[in-house]
């Protein structure tokens, strides 16, 4: 790899401090905070604090809710990330087919990612409410059949749905990007070739869709892991019965409802770990099926 | 193989009109090149007769079957594209056979036709590599392949050596030209190369702003251009024309400077009609200033090796004379040109058309009348 050196200038320093400023403050200062509030037994009013070493992770892994959290966690990963990549490949190729009315929804689709996660978690409010929204159809014709406070799975479903909702919108975007980067003499080639539509979709544009695919389940999954809070929040508040307790709200629910600074911040570091590994295992093992072209 | 027929074609794109009544026979077995600038609607023309376009008015006929209404699938044409358009993340293998697995065939089957056609344009060796690996040339016969492999009634190349270096595409002209005379289907050449048409054509179509200027064989239209337009288009250095007018009293034209340049015959025209003459490079001779038919400048001297381009100035209009003789000539050197009258080509001032006369008919009698 080529590599450049610059002269060191106060200028530049000046003009990156800013950035690297905020990066400190909301990154790197409270993931060492956490990191040390995780081996000690923090006061929930400040004053002093105790060295535990490993007890905070001991605690959290022997806590059958914190498993049934990891649990929850990964199904919401796994179905909104498939819920939204699937639904924002389906959009991608209407829009590059330029099927009736594309302009209009092509634009349409990408508002959502607009819209912050707690705004979405509210305006699903009134989607899933069993008494006045749109799923209360469902309860005029089996009475009392839908009701997310009170089924966990009913729960889970409202919160995959509205976070996947939230995520097609990027997803979108970066599929009708790879579409369209596709050249139109290939599609042509292989017309010519007696492809039919579906047929050159299986056998052209989906191979090479591939790198985009894989960044995509990266982004997905990281964010559905990390972004979830605000929908959780304001759909659910983690239940009914900790059924949506994902591993995000828990952290706050545990740090800053339970006062269990320690605990929550054992939570954290293990999160961005579980993070981390995803993505690794996903470069190392998925990435090798990816053609660049 | 198949004949095609272009009838009274017109298609425009919004309120843009691309090509308008165009009309073109296409014959058994006959290689047609489609000549013409960027932009002059010829590209537009090979993807109608392909399906990738739809036509606006006007009929499309393959093997007397009006196609219009067909999918690309179903007309049984063959196309090589200009960027060779190979599937990236496909084996040569693949690539070549990828016709034959849509249409179902068995592996086994598939298979001997993948060699036997990787064979004859010489890529069994490459059949595991990746598009990607391939050089440009290589790439290309991937593509003659992929085309080949389906035994198309009709192949189409849509300037498919346009991306090849120089010696790359004299040799791909040839194999393209062999592939043709071995297997003998309907080909349709898109090229802006005259050099390309020149070599490859049965019979030459030159297009300009979507109407075609002329048909006919390579020789015929160097011979006998039908317009002006033709005329500057084909012939590399291109011909060059000075303004004058008939005069019938003198058996000639009269250049603007009062200059008669006489003719072999006498034209059909009124006396004072305005025209403009025009000469192949290669067909003025240099002679001694005032023995020839006008006098001209030198500008500049290009040698060629086996021959010289003399850049002339004849009162601000540039000439170009392609000798293969030595002269000694510095710039700005007074030097006589001489005009052969039966090697000057006469054209309409008004029109662009050409003006027939008794010398175009000696040259047409060199071949065969071809029927447009």
Same mark, same amino acid.
């Given at each position: 790899?080529?590599?450049?050196?610059?002269?060191?200038?106060?200028?530049?320093?000046?003009?990156?401090?800013?950035?690297?400023?905020?990066?400190?403050?909301?990154?790197?200062?409270?993931?060492?905070?956490?990191?040390?509030?995780?081996?000690?037994?923090?006061?929930?009013?400040?004053?002093?604090?105790?060295?535990?070493?490993?007890?905070?992770?001991?605690?959290?892994?022997?806590?059958?809710?914190?498993?049934?959290?990891?649990?929850?966690?990964? +199904?919401?990963?796994?179905? =909104?990330?498939?819920? #939204? *990549?699937?639904? !924002?490949?389906? @959009?991608?190729?209407?829009? $590059?087919? %330029?099927?009736?009315?594309?302009?209009?929804?092509?634009?349409?689709?990408?508002?959502?990612?607009?819209?912050?996660?707690?705004?979405?978690?509210?305006?699903?409010?009134?989607?899933?409410?069993?008494?006045?929204?749109?799923?209360?159809?469902?309860?005029?014709?089996?009475?009392?059949?839908?009701?997310?406070?009170?089924?966990?799975?009913?729960?889970?479903?409202?919160?995959?749905?509205?976070?996947?909702?939230?995520?097609?919108?990027?997803?979108?975007?970066?599929?009708?990007?790879?579409?369209?980067? +596709?050249?139109?003499?290939? =599609?042509?080639?292989? #017309? *010519?070739?007696? !492809?039919?539509? @579906?047929?050159?979709?299986? $056998?052209? %544009?989906?191979?090479?869709?591939?790198?985009?695919?894989?960044?995509?389940?990266?982004?997905?999954?990281?964010?559905?892991?990390?972004?979830?809070?605000?929908?959780?929040?304001?759909?659910?508040?983690?239940?009914?019965?900790?059924?949506?307790?994902?591993?995000?709200?828990?952290?706050?629910?545990?740090?800053?409802?339970?006062?269990?600074?320690?605990?929550?911040?054992?939570?954290?570091?293990?999160?961005?770990?579980?993070?981390?590994?995803?993505?690794?295992?996903?470069?190392?093992?998925?990435?090798?099926?990816?053609?660049?072209? | 193989?198949?004949?095609?027929?272009?009838?009274?074609?017109?298609?425009?794109?919004?309120?843009?009109?691309?090509?308008?009544?165009?009309?073109?026979?296409?014959?058994?077995?006959?290689?047609?090149?489609?000549?013409?600038?960027?932009?002059?609607?010829?590209?537009?023309?090979?993807?109608?007769?392909?399906?990738?376009?739809?036509?606006?008015?006007?009929?499309?006929?393959?093997?007397?079957?009006?196609?219009?209404?067909?999918?690309?699938?179903?007309?049984?044409?063959?196309?090589?594209?200009?960027?060779?358009?190979?599937?990236?993340?496909?084996?040569?293998?693949?690539?070549?056979?990828?016709?034959?697995?849509?249409?179902?065939?068995?592996?086994?089957?598939?298979?001997?036709?993948?060699?036997?056609?990787?064979?004859?344009?010489?890529?069994?060796?490459?059949?595991?590599?990746?598009?990607?690996?391939?050089?440009?040339?290589?790439?290309?016969?991937?593509?003659?392949?992929?085309?080949?492999?389906?035994?198309?009634?009709?192949?189409?190349?849509?300037?498919?050596?346009?991306?090849?270096?120089?010696?790359?595409?004299?040799?791909?002209?040839?194999?393209?030209?062999?592939?043709?005379?071995?297997?003998?289907?309907?080909?349709?050449?898109?090229?802006?190369?005259?050099?390309?048409?020149?070599?490859?054509?049965?019979?030459?179509?030159?297009?300009?702003?979507?109407?075609?200027?002329?048909?006919?064989?390579?020789?015929?239209?160097?011979?006998?251009?039908?317009?002006?337009?033709?005329?500057?288009?084909?012939?590399?250095?291109?011909?060059?024309?000075?303004?004058?007018?008939?005069?019938?009293?003198?058996?000639?034209?009269?250049?603007?400077?009062?200059?008669?340049?006489?003719?072999?015959?006498?034209?059909?025209?009124?006396?004072?009609?305005?025209?403009?003459?025009?000469?192949?490079?290669?067909?003025?001779?240099?002679?001694?200033?005032?023995?020839?038919?006008?006098?001209?400048?030198?500008?500049?001297?290009?040698?060629?090796?086996?021959?010289?381009?003399?850049?002339?100035?004849?009162?601000?209009?540039?000439?170009?004379?392609?000798?293969?003789?030595?002269?000694?000539?510095?710039?700005?050197?007074?030097?006589?040109?001489?005009?052969?009258?039966?090697?000057?080509?006469?054209?309409?001032?008004?029109?662009?058309?050409?003006?027939?006369?008794?010398?175009?008919?000696?040259?047409?009698?060199?071949?065969?009348?071809?029927?447009?």
């Amino acid at each position: 790899m080529r590599r450049a050196y610059f002269k060191f200038s106060w200028i530049a320093a000046a003009l990156l401090a800013p950035q690297l400023l905020i990066v400190f403050v909301f990154f790197y200062w409270p993931s060492a905070q956490a990191l040390y509030w995780a081996f000690t037994l923090e006061q929930p009013w400040g004053g002093g604090n105790t060295w535990v070493g490993f007890d905070n992770f001991r605690q959290v892994l022997s806590d059958p809710y914190y498993w049934s959290s990891v649990r929850v966690s990964v +199904i919401y990963a796994l179905a =909104t990330t498939v819920l #939204a *990549m699937s639904m !924002a490949l389906i @959009l991608a190729m209407f829009v $590059d087919r %330029q099927l009736a009315g594309y302009k209009a929804y092509r634009v349409a689709i990408i508002w959502p990612y607009a819209v912050a996660a707690p705004a979405v978690g509210l305006a699903f409010q009134f989607v899933f409410n069993p008494g006045a929204g749109l799923f209360s159809y469902i309860n005029t014709i089996a009475p009392g059949w839908w009701d997310l406070s009170k089924y966990p799975w009913q729960a889970v479903t409202a919160i995959v749905i509205a976070g996947a909702w939230k995520q097609v919108a990027y997803s979108f975007i970066f599929f009708l990007a790879a579409l369209q980067s +596709i050249p139109r003499s290939l =599609t042509e080639a292989a #017309a *010519m070739d007696g !492809a039919r539509p @579906l047929r050159r979709m299986m $056998d052209l %544009q989906l191979p090479l869709l591939t790198p985009t695919f894989f960044f995509l389940l990266v982004i997905n999954i990281t964010d559905s892991f990390t972004d979830s809070f605000g929908i959780v929040d304001t759909l659910t508040g983690g239940g009914p019965f900790r059924a949506t307790d994902l591993m995000v709200y828990k952290i706050y629910a545990d740090g800053f409802r339970g006062f269990d600074y320690s605990g929550a911040a054992a939570q954290s570091i293990i999160l961005m770990l579980l993070v981390m590994a995803l993505t690794f295992v996903q470069f190392r093992y998925i990435e090798r099926r990816v053609h660049y072209t | 193989m198949a004949e095609i027929s272009i009838r009274n074609v017109t298609k425009t794109y919004g309120k843009t009109t691309i090509m308008q009544g165009v009309n073109l026979d296409i014959h058994n077995g006959e290689f047609v090149v489609i000549l013409g600038p960027s932009g002059c609607g010829k590209s537009t023309l090979l993807r109608l007769i392909a399906g990738l376009e739809d036509i606006t008015a006007g009929e499309v006929l393959i093997a007397g079957e009006v196609v219009n209404q067909l999918e690309p699938r179903e007309r049984g044409c063959a196309m090589v594209f200009q960027n060779y358009a190979l599937y990236p993340h496909m084996t040569v293998a693949e690539n070549i056979g990828y016709a034959l697995k849509v249409a179902g065939l068995p592996k086994v089957e598939r298979q001997s036709r993948v060699e036997a056609t990787a064979k004859s344009v010489g890529l069994t060796d490459f059949l595991d590599r990746k598009p990607g690996q391939l050089s440009g040339g290589q790439r290309q016969r991937v593509a003659m392949a992929r085309a080949i492999i389906r035994s198309p009634k009709v192949f189409l190349f849509d300037e498919p050596l346009s991306n090849l270096d120089a010696q790359l595409r004299v040799q791909m002209r040839h194999e393209i030209r062999r592939i043709h005379n071995q297997i003998k289907a309907t080909s349709v050449f898109v090229t802006h190369d005259q050099h390309e048409g020149m070599t490859l054509a049965d019979r030459l179509v030159v297009m300009n702003k979507g109407t075609i200027e002329q048909v006919g064989s390579p020789a015929k239209i160097y011979d006998n251009p039908a317009s002006i337009y033709v005329a500057g288009f084909i012939g590399s250095p291109a011909m060059n024309f000075l303004p004058g007018h008939i005069s019938v009293a003198l058996r000639g034209v009269v250049l603007e400077s009062g200059r008669l340049v006489p003719l072999a015959s006498q034209p059909n025209l009124p006396d004072g009609h305005l025209v403009h003459l025009g000469i192949r490079p290669e067909h003025a001779t240099l002679v001694r200033a005032g023995a020839g038919t006008i006098d001209a400048q030198v500008d500049m001297i290009e040698e060629l090796g086996a021959s010289r381009l003399c850049n002339l100035l004849f009162e601000d209009i540039p000439i170009c004379v392609l000798t293969e003789e030595r002269p000694d000539l510095a710039a700005g050197a007074t030097v006589g040109l001489d005009f052969p009258p039966q090697r000057i080509h006469l054209f309409d001032a008004v029109t662009g058309r050409r003006i027939p006369n008794d010398l175009a008919l000696v040259f047409e009698k060199r071949e065969q009348p071809i029927s447009v």
